[in-house]
């Protein structure tokens, strides 16, 4: 089963579209990794401030392994549009429904 990665981001005051960016140009580095399998950018309803990253792995080793091939630099963008360090929380998948 995937492994979901949730991260909650608060946008410092007038960085919003810099972090949206930001988390753009993270999920296109990604792509290259092996064992990356896709992500998702949300922001809240009536573009406020908060939003959430969400990044599936095929194992916990892989997502080191991004990190490590991406590197530091790719989240300074990030780090500069926020306001408090972002909450991650790291889920395994243990079903799944689709619609009929």
């Not at 908060?50 to 080191?64: D, G, Q, Y």
Request: charged residues 20%; proline residues 2%.
């Amino acid at each position: 089963m995937t492994l979901s990665v949730h991260y909650t981001l608060e946008a410092r005051s007038g960085q919003e579209e810099a972090l949206e960016a930001a988390l753009e140009d993270l999920t296109a580095s990604l792509q290259r990794v092996a064992g990356f399998q896709g992500a998702e950018v949300f922001r809240e309803e009536g573009f406020g401030m908060a939003f959430v990253f969400i990044e599936r792995w095929t194992t916990h080793a892989a997502r080191k392994a991004g990190g490590e091939l991406i590197g530091k630099h790719a989240f300074a963008s990030i780090s500069a549009a926020v306001s408090t360090k972002p909450q991650c929380l790291i889920l395994r998948s243990l079903c799944r429904s689709e619609p009929a």
